[in-house]
């Protein structure tokens, strides 16, 4: 675990805002020099704080206009291996995140699709013939809020 101070935290959340920020609006926004900001910002990459930057797409404007939540329960743990299935399922495009859990299912997986159909074809065509799938739950998104992190 690493020792954060105040400027810290508050580069972290400057970043999970908008993570394109360059350390002289860092140090603008916070009272640093560049140099001072990029030094800051590299001991929290170097510590793992800040593993990647990433973009936020608008899935729905890209085409995309349904995400599923899917509960997956493997049906039979000891004849496949996890390793398998997080394989083979990762290599499925619609599916954005997969998740090991504890609990009613074995995995949460985040998959996007064009519409309900589309989603109905990589649920049966994809998902459903991957080793070792038992049972299936899927929820639709409604709506999401984003919530900022630990941080904010």
Sequence with gaps: MIDLDATDRAILRALQGDATLKASALGRRFGLSQPAAWRRV???????VLKTRRL???????????TVFLGVKLATKGRVSLEDFERAVTAIPEVQAVQHVLGLYDYRLRVTA???????????????????????????????????????
Excluded at 42 to 48: H, Y
Aim: proline share 5%.
């Design 42 to 48: 590299r001991r929290l990459t170097e510590a793992g």
């Design 56 to 66: 936020d797409l608008d899935t729905e404007k890209l085409g995309f206009g349904v």
């Design 114 to 152: 064009r519409d309900l159909s589309d989603f109905e074809r990589v649920l049966r065509r994809r998902i459903m013939t991957l080793p070792g799938v038992g049972n299936v739950e899927a929820n639709v998104l409604l709506s999401e809020e984003r919530r900022p992190g630990p941080l904010g």
